[in-house]
């Protein structure tokens, strides 16, 4: 990188005076933790992508973890996850002794191949998890067709698509849980953070039950009542409570949602026009009619593959632009390896794999930035 240019992350929060107002005031109240903002947050979330209940959390991974709890999924059982994905969906089957199985996915929108789900169908499936590769919603009505003949639940990871629709639909209100993060590199930010949201009541008592140690203190539930300071554990749950300091912040960050992600589809359909032009050795990230992205990530495909790949992501870098690579396909991990996975379960997701690279997405990318990107990215393309 020469002289005075900045470093363009591929993802970065927005965080403006209001929200630091809005934390500064969270600190001088009463709750720093559980307190009224939580309840706040999770009903105005709720209430944005078409949810009954939200259950606010410490992180999209304790998510996953309520949420496979909360469907009874244990020891013994199998969760179908695409192997296109982020760690955490796969490890949360893992921590309830469970086995991850993975499906393998379409070659240009990164998300779960349905028909892969269905030649994987058990008598052990117990759920099967669709992640919205990117923010595209993946076939979700083909999976719940499916799913529903199984008589399985779906689960959707939603870490990509807070604010992604089908048919006018928000991911959200789709199935029986969708899990979201509200991780810096997401949609909106509270440092860590994510919420299950569902329209089931009995789920929801469940996921609330698992935030916090398996513990009640509702009269309605207990066995008994032996006072004031009673309650009791029903179940081995976790401390996973979402603090109110991050509550606050995530109500403000909601307000801001809509503008962020119009600015997320100004930038994606700017890269779509200004990089067509490297059509032979570039593929521009698939979309679907009916279904609306929240572009998490802008995965462009080199298509040439692995060794012209890291060229490329070594040339973009040298110039500032910190591109990344979206997923390593999570079976290929070590530890995965030692439970006895290994290469050519998914070709279409090692295939994705050697030839993505994540552009600069975020709604504070400017357009002088994203005009650096698309010169370096089309000089970069002919160059390596
Ligand atoms: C970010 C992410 C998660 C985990 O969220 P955290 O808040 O970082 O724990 C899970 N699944 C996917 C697909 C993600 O991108």
Same mark, same amino acid.
């Not at 005075?4 to 809005?22: G, H, K, L, V």
């Not at 600069?360 to 357009?367: F, I, N, Q, R, V």
């Given at each position: 990188?020469?002289?005075?240019?900045?470093?363009?992350?591929?993802?970065?929060?927005?965080?403006?005076?209001?929200?630091?107002?809005?934390?500064?005031?969270?600190?001088?109240?009463?709750?720093?933790?559980?307190?009224?903002?939580?309840?706040?947050?999770?009903?105005?979330?709720?209430?944005?992508?078409?949810?009954?209940?939200?259950?606010?959390?410490?992180?999209?991974?304790?998510?996953?973890?309520?949420?496979?709890?909360?469907?009874?999924?244990?020891?013994?059982?199998?969760?179908?996850?695409?192997?296109?994905?982020?760690?955490?969906?796969?490890?949360?089957?893992?921590?309830?002794?469970?086995?991850?199985?993975?499906?393998?996915?379409?070659?240009?929108?990164?998300?779960?191949?349905?028909?892969?789900?269905?030649?994987?169908?058990?008598?052990?499936?117990?759920?099967?998890?669709?992640?919205?590769?990117?923010?595209?919603?993946?076939?979700?009505?083909?999976?719940?067709? /499916?799913?529903?003949?199984?008589?399985?639940?779906?689960?959707?990871?939603?870490?990509?698509?807070?604010?992604?629709?089908?048919?006018?639909?928000?991911?959200?209100?789709?199935?029986?849980?969708?899990?979201?993060?509200?991780?810096?590199?997401?949609?909106?930010?509270?440092?860590?953070?994510? /919420?299950?949201?569902?329209?089931?009541?009995?789920? =929801?008592?469940?996921?609330?039950?698992?935030?916090?140690?398996?513990?009640?203190?509702?009269?309605?539930?207990?066995?008994?009542?032996?006072?004031?300071?009673? =309650?009791? /554990?029903?179940?081995?749950?976790?401390?996973?409570?979402?603090?109110?300091?991050?509550?606050?912040?995530?109500?403000?960050?909601?307000?801001?949602?809509?503008?962020?992600?119009?600015?997320?589809?100004?930038?994606?359909?700017?890269?779509?026009?200004?990089?067509?032009?490297?059509?032979?050795?570039?593929?521009?990230?698939?979309?679907?009619?009916?279904?609306?992205?929240?572009?998490?990530?802008?995965?462009?495909?080199?298509?040439?593959?692995?060794?012209?790949?890291?060229?490329?992501?070594?040339?973009?870098?040298?110039?500032?632009?910190?591109?990344?690579?979206?997923?390593?396909?999570?079976?290929?991990?070590?530890? =995965?390896?030692?439970?006895?996975?290994?290469?050519?379960?998914?070709?279409?997701?090692?295939?994705?794999?050697?030839?993505?690279?994540?552009?600069? /997405?975020?709604?504070?990318?400017?357009?002088?930035?994203?005009?650096?990107?698309?010169?370096?990215?089309?000089?970069?393309?002919?160059?390596?």
């Amino acid at each position: 990188m020469t002289g005075q240019e900045e470093w363009i992350p591929y993802a970065r929060q927005s965080i403006d005076e209001e929200d630091i107002a809005a934390v500064a005031e969270a600190l001088r109240g009463d709750y720093l933790t559980t307190g009224p903002a939580i309840d706040r947050f999770e009903a105005a979330l709720a209430r944005r992508v078409g949810a009954r209940f939200g259950v606010a959390v410490s992180s999209g991974t304790a998510a996953l973890h309520a949420a496979y709890f909360a469907a009874g999924i244990g020891p013994g059982d199998e969760v179908i996850v695409p192997a296109n994905t982020f760690a955490a969906t796969a490890n949360a089957a893992l921590y309830l002794g469970a086995k991850p199985v993975f499906a393998d996915i379409e070659p240009d929108t990164g998300n779960v191949d349905v028909a892969a789900v269905a030649s994987l169908i058990t008598e052990r499936t117990r759920a099967i998890v669709p992640v919205h590769f990117a923010g595209l919603p993946a076939d979700i009505a083909a999976i719940r067709d /499916m799913a529903e003949r199984y008589g399985l639940p779906v689960i959707e990871d939603a870490a990509h698509a807070l604010g992604a629709a089908v048919e006018g639909r928000p991911v959200g209100s789709l199935s029986a849980m969708t899990t979201l993060s509200f991780h810096p590199v997401k949609h909106i930010a509270t440092g860590e953070g994510g /919420m299950v949201v569902t329209d089931d009541e009995e789920l =929801y008592r469940k996921l609330v039950l698992f935030r916090s140690h398996g513990i009640t203190r509702d009269r309605a539930f207990m066995e008994a009542d032996e006072g004031a300071w009673y =309650y009791e /554990m029903h179940a081995l749950g976790y401390n996973y409570r979402m603090t109110d300091i991050q509550a606050v912040l995530g109500e403000s960050q909601l307000k801001k949602l809509d503008r962020f992600l119009d600015r997320r589809r100004e930038i994606a359909d700017r890269y779509d026009r200004e990089l067509a032009c490297l059509n032979e050795a570039i593929a521009l990230p698939g979309r679907r009619r009916g279904r609306e992205s929240a572009w998490h990530l802008y995965v462009i495909r080199v298509v040439a593959g692995e060794a012209r790949r890291k060229a490329f992501v070594d040339y973009l870098r040298e110039r500032g632009i910190l591109v990344n690579v979206h997923y390593r396909p999570v079976y290929l991990h070590p530890y =995965y390896r030692n439970l006895g996975y290994g290469p050519g379960l998914c070709p279409a997701a090692e295939r994705f794999y050697s030839q993505a690279v994540s552009l600069p /997405m975020y709604a504070g990318l400017t357009e002088s930035q994203q005009a650096r990107v698309i010169e370096a990215v089309i000089e970069g393309a002919k160059a390596t």
